[in-house]
């Protein structure tokens, strides 16, 4: 009977080492442990054993049974941590699945960012439309009657106006700078608003000139401030943009509807300003005019240039954007081509 | 504008120690921008002069000549060339080993090197006028013509940059910084700026000691308003001669051509102090009198090369007694020219009006030395700094020369500007308070004359400036802050007023659509032009009635403006489709059409602007896109905060699908469609082996909400039952009218597929529904569940005809 017993407890022992899965391991249990296990049968035959043999036999089978049931646990446990729940082969090298997402095309994103930056110091957004007249793309903001800029070779004119004279001749905006007079006629003064949008030249174009490009000018109108205070704001909106203090310098400009009027150069930002191909050698790039508005524009706005003053900063969008990517060919912008746009996710 | 040091110099005395570098990035920062900084020597490194002292034949080359050279160095040295003028005791222009020079003029510089050229050692090699920069001081004849230093005072070995007065360095300034001011256009102007940025001071320019005794040259001013001086001087044994090798050198380090003594004369004063100059032969002024007076109708004006070209009534001319023989301030033509047999001159200094001399130039499409000075709008005393500058020079070079008659014609002065500004004024708009010494000392180094008087200065402007550049207190005011350089006044910050909030619902509105339309359908953003290919406007058969159209299109079949976004779409979509087959992409920006609209004031007249959103799915499945491109829409209003979007089938929009479209609603109002693209319109436009979904809406009609508007639903309380429906059901049976039979006994209907095929009696369909079905009151039974799912068959049956599909 003792010899029965080893026999079973070593089988049994034996299958539970040879489990490979869990299905497996649930039909043993029943096998080694159930009404009709040989453990069992060997129980149902305790009774006809003597009185020592049987105490001494039902320890025995009593601990393998207990055995029985440790490793079985211990088999299980072990299954279940080493079950993945992909039972197939998986290539874990293999690419991942897309989100299907567009994107906005960068000089939106551009756009916005500066939108963002603006909309958090008080400035209000304002769009002009994109055909103008010469009264308001010109005249009002004190470029001479004979302006090369006013020529066709400049300016794209509206077939059936370009003969005529001001508010009657039409042309795709040039410059932002019309919109300014618009807002400020519309709203009057104190004011601060920015003023995005896509601007149009009679051009050649080529890798760096664009027939239609974006510009995104801004403009304060108060009492009593300095032309200074334009650092400022300047130096704050770089730093939202770009994530940094970038250094920026005023430099001597003329344009027709600021005075003064400068040019604006930040550090070169792929050579923090140390001198590269890109900055021409000398660490600033010219990104942006800026100046105090004229009187004379003042005026056009029916604002008194004695009590108003105000300035303007001009972003050059595309030239923004190629900065921040390291796009070398400005006329990508409008390409439409999806291998360039995709790039922007 | 080529600006060179030495000349500046000649006006004013640099700070020791002060590096061209340093005078270029100061005048960028106060006064104009200076793109580069030339060193003119530099590239003249190792070339030298050589004397010839043997010429012999090659023995294996018919073309080239060994020549025996002393290049000042111990030995003389043996060096191949190929040259067609070599002679024995020539001088002439050697690079030596290490030089670099431009191989034939053409390309980058080529470092030469000691070499053998057909068997013979050749140490350098004797160079052509334009391997080393030297075609305007030495104009070849031929192609292997070499520099011949005949005449010129040189030793051998002595650096070639210093024989030919090439050490100079040279500023070039951007001319469109320079387009205000009038007085930059010299470099006694540049002088001055400089010497107002340096504080160190301006030599004064000669004056002239004209004898006003001499006889009077007759000179007519027929039109005042556009000759304002026209001063004539009448010169004799002047001759056409070399100018004397600084002057030459000056003129070429600046951009000009050597031509003559006589004309450089008046080139380099012209550069000089910016005032332009012009000589005619004397013999060439008929009737010994100038008339100033614009050209008479048909008049003709010969030109040097035979050419003509005609002149309009508009166009000022220099005449004789008969016939034009210049375009004021432009041009010269064939009469005025100096000759070899000229012998004495009348040399015009005169002053003509920008616009007169912006229109001509226009009309010609000329742009000269002269004219693009003219145009900037010269004072009228600048002729007297002219007079004596070329006076002093003709004297200097024709020494024997005499001044033989005289005439100032001199109709309208420039008016110096007087401008008062307070010292309030200035402390406040420049931001700091600025002491009046320094204030008067800017002012006065930029030739201001200024008076302090109870807090205000009262500036007289200089002549200079007064043509228009400075006007009012501002311009002043410019002049002091870039002087003392804008970065000299600290950032003051700027104060913000809050007094409301800004709502700016349609500009909100238009960037959540963006966003939603890329970042949550997935559409790639794209800009195309406003000018659009006729093809694609044809294609899609725009009523171009309504069209606007530019006067001067970027080529001709870009003429139309776009009144729809429609077809530079397609036309991206042609252009995507070599590389994409499944993509979207959608645009937003304005269409043009004719009409009227006052976007700012009355007086002016706009036509009508749209602003649109328009975008596209391309793909196989024409089913497919267009259910997707639906879904987008239907979706739009919800995550874009604004009013719903609803569809009606009414107008079918000129590029679509004869059966597939449908019309966006909002309000009551059509703002857009929706639909595949037709077959007529792809085959028009060659977009091939696809289709395309598409929809455009006018942005204008949407309606933002002031914020979200959705409200909380309570959670149901007792479960819902959901039941799957399958039901086979005649085709013509809609969408919508099964769910709105069934609309008021379901709590939630969802569609899961349309099903048409074998299995599927014709005419039929087999429609899979979810519906979910729950009772406010309580949880449903099974008997109740199965009682209502029984209604609802009936009703669906009864209504719809539609049966339980078997399973």
């Given at each position: 009977m003792k010899e029965k017993l080893e026999e079973i407890s070593k089988q049994g022992l034996q299958k539970i080492d040879n489990i490979k899965s869990i299905e497996e391991l649930q039909d043993l249990r029943k096998e080694l442990?159930?009404?009709?296990?040989p453990l069992s049968e060997v129980l149902k035959t305790?009774?006809?054993?003597?009185p020592d043999m049987k105490k001494e036999v039902g320890m025995k089978a009593t601990e393998i049974k207990n055995t029985f049931s440790l490793k079985l646990d211990e088999k299980e446990e072990e299954l279940i941590a080493a079950?993945?729940?992909?039972d197939e082969p998986i290539d874990l090298t293999l690419p991942g699945i897309k989100p299907e997402e567009g994107v906005l095309h960068p000089i939106t994103q551009m756009c916005y960012d500066l939108n963002d930056a603006f909309l958090s110091l008080g400035f209000e957004v304002y769009n002009e439309d994109d055909i103008s007249s010469e009264k308001y793309a010109f005249d009002n903001l004190n470029f001479?009657?004979?302006?090369?800029?006013?020529?066709s070779m400049d300016t794209f004119w509206i077939e059936g106006t370009e003969d005529k004279l001001g508010n009657e001749r039409l042309c795709?905006?040039?410059?932002?700078?019309?919109g300014s007079v618009r807002y400020l006629l519309e709203h009057g003064a104190p004011a601060r608003f920015v003023y995005p949008g896509r601007v149009y030249r009679n051009e050649t174009t080529d890798a760096r000139h664009e027939r239609a490009f974006f510009q995104y000018e801004a403009l304060i109108v108060d009492k009593?401030?300095?032309?200074?205070?334009g650092v400022v704001m300047i130096q704050t909106i770089f730093e939202k943009v770009f994530g940094r203090k970038i250094n920026v310098r005023m430099r001597e400009g003329f344009f027709p509807?600021?005075?003064?009027g400068y040019e604006i150069d930040m550090e070169c930002l792929v050579c923090t300003g140390k001198g590269c191909r890109v900055c021409n050698h000398n660490g600033w790039i010219e990104v942006m005019p800026g100046g105090v508005i004229h009187p004379n524009v003042l005026k056009s706005a029916n604002l008194d240039p004695e009590v108003w003053t105000g300035f303007y900063i001009n972003i050059g969008l595309d030239r923004l954007v190629m900065m921040r990517y390291g796009?070398?060919?400005?006329r990508l912008f409008h390409s439409a081509d999806l291998r360039f746009l995709e790039q922007f996710k | 504008m080529r600006v060179s040091l030495n000349l500046v110099k000649k006006y004013v005395d640099l700070p020791?120690?002060?590096?061209s570098a340093q005078i270029a990035y100061d005048l960028t920062l106060r006064?104009?921008?200076?793109e580069s900084v030339e060193?003119?020597?530099?590239?003249?490194?190792?070339i030298v002069v050589g004397k010839i002292l043997n010429v012999n034949k090659h023995p294996n080359a018919d073309l080239l000549r060994i020549c025996i050279v002393d290049?000042?160095?111990a030995k003389p040295v043996q060096i191949v060339c190929g040259g067609s003028n070599l002679y024995e005791e020539e001088y002439v222009v050697v690079s030596k080993p290490g030089a670099e020079v431009v191989w034939h003029g053409e390309g980058e510089p080529v470092k030469i090197k000691e070499t053998k050229m057909r068997g013979e050692s050749s140490y350098g090699m004797i160079c052509g006028a334009e391997e080393v920069y030297l075609s305007k001081l030495f104009p070849p004849k031929d192609n292997h013509e070499i520099v011949d230093l005949k005449g010129i005072e040189c030793i051998p070995g002595q650096n070639i940059a210093e024989v030919l007065c090439m050490d100079d360095t040279v500023l070039e300034i951007d001319n469109k910084s320079l387009t205000?001011?009038?007085?930059?256009?010299?470099h006694y102007g540049i002088a001055r700026e400089l010497s107002a940025i340096y504080d160190v001071p301006l030599k004064e320019l000669p004056k002239h000691k004209i004898d006003f005794s001499l006889p009077e040259y007759n000179v007519e001013i027929m039109d005042p308003e556009k000759c304002q001086r026209y001063v004539a001087i009448e010169i004799d044994s002047v001759y056409e001669k070399a100018s004397p090798m600084w002057m030459k050198a000056l003129l070429v380090n600046c951009g000009l051509r050597p031509i003559n003594a006589i004309v450089d004369i008046t080139n380099y004063v012209m550069i000089a102090v910016g005032q332009p100059l012009h000589a005619f032969?004397?013999?060439?002024v008929d009737g010994e009198k100038i008339v100033v007076r614009n050209a008479k109708k048909g008049e003709q004006l010969l030109l040097l090369d035979n050419n003509t070209i005609d002149l309009t009534e508009d166009d000022l001319v220099i005449s004789d007694e008969h016939n034009?023989?210049?375009?004021?301030?432009i041009r010269g033509g064939m009469k005025d020219s100096i000759l070899s047999?000229?012998?004495?001159i009348i040399l015009e200094i005169a002053n003509f009006t920008a616009q007169t001399i912006r229109k001509s130039g226009k009309r010609f499409d000329e742009k000269t030395d002269a004219s693009i000075r003219y145009e900037k709008n010269i004072d009228t005393e600048r002729v007297d700094q002219g007079i004596a500058l070329s006076l002093e020079l003709f004297k200097e070079f024709f020494?024997?020369?005499?001044?033989v008659s005289f005439c100032d014609q001199y109709p309208k002065k420039t008016k110096r500007a007087e401008i008062s500004i307070s010292q309030e004024f200035l402390n406040i708009r420049l931001g700091k308070v600025l002491a009046k010494d320094i204030v008067e000392r800017v002012l006065k180094a930029l030739g201001y004359e200024v008076e302090f008087k109870d807090n205000v200065y009262h500036v007289i402007v200089p002549v200079w400036r007064s043509?228009?550049?400075?006007?009012i207190k501002d311009d002043v005011m410019g002049d002091i802050a870039r002087l003392l350089s804008f970065d000299s006044f600290s950032a003051k910050p700027l104060t913000i007023t809050f007094s409301h909030a800004v709502h700016q619902d349609s500009i909100l509105l238009e960037r959540r659509l963006r966003e939603y339309l890329a970042y949550r359908c997935g559409f790639n953003e794209i800009f195309t032009y406003p000018w659009i290919d006729e093809k694609y406007i044809k294609a899609i058969k725009?009523?171009?009635?309504k069209s606007i159209k530019l006067?001067?299109?970027?080529?001709p079949e870009l003429s139309f403006l776009r009144s729809s976004l429609i077809p530079g779409m397609l036309e991206a979509i042609s252009k995507n489709l070599r590389y994409y087959e499944n993509f979207k992409m959608f645009e937003m920006a304005q269409i043009f059409e004719k009409g009227e609209y006052h976007e700012s004031s009355l007086d002016e007249t706009l036509p009508i602007h749209k602003k649109y959103l328009t975008g596209c799915i391309v793909g196989k499945n024409a089913k497919d896109i267009f259910y997707q491109l639906k879904g987008a829409i239907e979706s739009m209003a919800s995550f874009c905060h604004m009013k719903d979007l609803t569809f009606i089938r009414e107008e079918k929009p000129s590029w679509a699908d004869v059966n597939v479209y449908l019309n966006i609603m909002c309000d009551e109002k059509i703002i857009g469609s929706i639909g595949l693209l037709s077959f007529a319109v792809m085959s028009e436009t060659k977009i091939k082996r696809t289709n395309v979904a598409l929809f455009e809406i006018n942005f204008g009609y949407l309606k933002p909400f002031d914020s979200r508007t959705n409200e909380f639903k309570h959670l149901p309380q007792f479960p819902l039952v959901e039941k799957d429906l399958s039901l086979l059901i005649d085709?013509?049976?809609s969408w919508e009218v099964i769910t709105e039979t069934i609309k008021g006994k379901v709590k939630e209907i969802q569609f899961i597929e349309e099903y048409r095929g074998n299995q599927i009696p014709d005419g039929k369909k087999s429609v899979m529904l979810r519906i979910k079905i729950g009772n406010d009151n309580g949880t449903m039974t099974s008997e109740e569940i199965t009682k209502e799912m029984e209604q609802i068959v009936k009703i669906l049956y009864k209504k719809c005809g539609a049966e339980l599909r078997e399973e």
């Amino acid at each position: 009977m003792k010899e029965k017993l080893e026999e079973i407890s070593k089988q049994g022992l034996q299958k539970i080492d040879n489990i490979k899965s869990i299905e497996e391991l649930q039909d043993l249990r029943k096998e080694l442990m159930g009404k009709k296990s040989p453990l069992s049968e060997v129980l149902k035959t305790l009774g006809t054993l003597n009185p020592d043999m049987k105490k001494e036999v039902g320890m025995k089978a009593t601990e393998i049974k207990n055995t029985f049931s440790l490793k079985l646990d211990e088999k299980e446990e072990e299954l279940i941590a080493a079950k993945s729940v992909v039972d197939e082969p998986i290539d874990l090298t293999l690419p991942g699945i897309k989100p299907e997402e567009g994107v906005l095309h960068p000089i939106t994103q551009m756009c916005y960012d500066l939108n963002d930056a603006f909309l958090s110091l008080g400035f209000e957004v304002y769009n002009e439309d994109d055909i103008s007249s010469e009264k308001y793309a010109f005249d009002n903001l004190n470029f001479a009657p004979d302006h090369p800029a006013r020529q066709s070779m400049d300016t794209f004119w509206i077939e059936g106006t370009e003969d005529k004279l001001g508010n009657e001749r039409l042309c795709l905006r040039p410059h932002l700078t019309g919109g300014s007079v618009r807002y400020l006629l519309e709203h009057g003064a104190p004011a601060r608003f920015v003023y995005p949008g896509r601007v149009y030249r009679n051009e050649t174009t080529d890798a760096r000139h664009e027939r239609a490009f974006f510009q995104y000018e801004a403009l304060i109108v108060d009492k009593d401030i300095s032309f200074s205070s334009g650092v400022v704001m300047i130096q704050t909106i770089f730093e939202k943009v770009f994530g940094r203090k970038i250094n920026v310098r005023m430099r001597e400009g003329f344009f027709p509807f600021t005075e003064p009027g400068y040019e604006i150069d930040m550090e070169c930002l792929v050579c923090t300003g140390k001198g590269c191909r890109v900055c021409n050698h000398n660490g600033w790039i010219e990104v942006m005019p800026g100046g105090v508005i004229h009187p004379n524009v003042l005026k056009s706005a029916n604002l008194d240039p004695e009590v108003w003053t105000g300035f303007y900063i001009n972003i050059g969008l595309d030239r923004l954007v190629m900065m921040r990517y390291g796009v070398d060919d400005v006329r990508l912008f409008h390409s439409a081509d999806l291998r360039f746009l995709e790039q922007f996710k | 504008m080529r600006v060179s040091l030495n000349l500046v110099k000649k006006y004013v005395d640099l700070p020791a120690n002060l590096t061209s570098a340093q005078i270029a990035y100061d005048l960028t920062l106060r006064t104009v921008e200076v793109e580069s900084v030339e060193n003119t020597s530099e590239k003249y490194h190792d070339i030298v002069v050589g004397k010839i002292l043997n010429v012999n034949k090659h023995p294996n080359a018919d073309l080239l000549r060994i020549c025996i050279v002393d290049i000042g160095e111990a030995k003389p040295v043996q060096i191949v060339c190929g040259g067609s003028n070599l002679y024995e005791e020539e001088y002439v222009v050697v690079s030596k080993p290490g030089a670099e020079v431009v191989w034939h003029g053409e390309g980058e510089p080529v470092k030469i090197k000691e070499t053998k050229m057909r068997g013979e050692s050749s140490y350098g090699m004797i160079c052509g006028a334009e391997e080393v920069y030297l075609s305007k001081l030495f104009p070849p004849k031929d192609n292997h013509e070499i520099v011949d230093l005949k005449g010129i005072e040189c030793i051998p070995g002595q650096n070639i940059a210093e024989v030919l007065c090439m050490d100079d360095t040279v500023l070039e300034i951007d001319n469109k910084s320079l387009t205000n001011r009038p007085d930059l256009w010299g470099h006694y102007g540049i002088a001055r700026e400089l010497s107002a940025i340096y504080d160190v001071p301006l030599k004064e320019l000669p004056k002239h000691k004209i004898d006003f005794s001499l006889p009077e040259y007759n000179v007519e001013i027929m039109d005042p308003e556009k000759c304002q001086r026209y001063v004539a001087i009448e010169i004799d044994s002047v001759y056409e001669k070399a100018s004397p090798m600084w002057m030459k050198a000056l003129l070429v380090n600046c951009g000009l051509r050597p031509i003559n003594a006589i004309v450089d004369i008046t080139n380099y004063v012209m550069i000089a102090v910016g005032q332009p100059l012009h000589a005619f032969d004397r013999t060439h002024v008929d009737g010994e009198k100038i008339v100033v007076r614009n050209a008479k109708k048909g008049e003709q004006l010969l030109l040097l090369d035979n050419n003509t070209i005609d002149l309009t009534e508009d166009d000022l001319v220099i005449s004789d007694e008969h016939n034009a023989m210049a375009l004021a301030g432009i041009r010269g033509g064939m009469k005025d020219s100096i000759l070899s047999d000229t012998t004495g001159i009348i040399l015009e200094i005169a002053n003509f009006t920008a616009q007169t001399i912006r229109k001509s130039g226009k009309r010609f499409d000329e742009k000269t030395d002269a004219s693009i000075r003219y145009e900037k709008n010269i004072d009228t005393e600048r002729v007297d700094q002219g007079i004596a500058l070329s006076l002093e020079l003709f004297k200097e070079f024709f020494p024997e020369s005499n001044i033989v008659s005289f005439c100032d014609q001199y109709p309208k002065k420039t008016k110096r500007a007087e401008i008062s500004i307070s010292q309030e004024f200035l402390n406040i708009r420049l931001g700091k308070v600025l002491a009046k010494d320094i204030v008067e000392r800017v002012l006065k180094a930029l030739g201001y004359e200024v008076e302090f008087k109870d807090n205000v200065y009262h500036v007289i402007v200089p002549v200079w400036r007064s043509t228009g550049d400075v006007s009012i207190k501002d311009d002043v005011m410019g002049d002091i802050a870039r002087l003392l350089s804008f970065d000299s006044f600290s950032a003051k910050p700027l104060t913000i007023t809050f007094s409301h909030a800004v709502h700016q619902d349609s500009i909100l509105l238009e960037r959540r659509l963006r966003e939603y339309l890329a970042y949550r359908c997935g559409f790639n953003e794209i800009f195309t032009y406003p000018w659009i290919d006729e093809k694609y406007i044809k294609a899609i058969k725009t009523d171009l009635s309504k069209s606007i159209k530019l006067a001067t299109p970027p080529a001709p079949e870009l003429s139309f403006l776009r009144s729809s976004l429609i077809p530079g779409m397609l036309e991206a979509i042609s252009k995507n489709l070599r590389y994409y087959e499944n993509f979207k992409m959608f645009e937003m920006a304005q269409i043009f059409e004719k009409g009227e609209y006052h976007e700012s004031s009355l007086d002016e007249t706009l036509p009508i602007h749209k602003k649109y959103l328009t975008g596209c799915i391309v793909g196989k499945n024409a089913k497919d896109i267009f259910y997707q491109l639906k879904g987008a829409i239907e979706s739009m209003a919800s995550f874009c905060h604004m009013k719903d979007l609803t569809f009606i089938r009414e107008e079918k929009p000129s590029w679509a699908d004869v059966n597939v479209y449908l019309n966006i609603m909002c309000d009551e109002k059509i703002i857009g469609s929706i639909g595949l693209l037709s077959f007529a319109v792809m085959s028009e436009t060659k977009i091939k082996r696809t289709n395309v979904a598409l929809f455009e809406i006018n942005f204008g009609y949407l309606k933002p909400f002031d914020s979200r508007t959705n409200e909380f639903k309570h959670l149901p309380q007792f479960p819902l039952v959901e039941k799957d429906l399958s039901l086979l059901i005649d085709n013509d049976i809609s969408w919508e009218v099964i769910t709105e039979t069934i609309k008021g006994k379901v709590k939630e209907i969802q569609f899961i597929e349309e099903y048409r095929g074998n299995q599927i009696p014709d005419g039929k369909k087999s429609v899979m529904l979810r519906i979910k079905i729950g009772n406010d009151n309580g949880t449903m039974t099974s008997e109740e569940i199965t009682k209502e799912m029984e209604q609802i068959v009936k009703i669906l049956y009864k209504k719809c005809g539609a049966e339980l599909r078997e399973e």
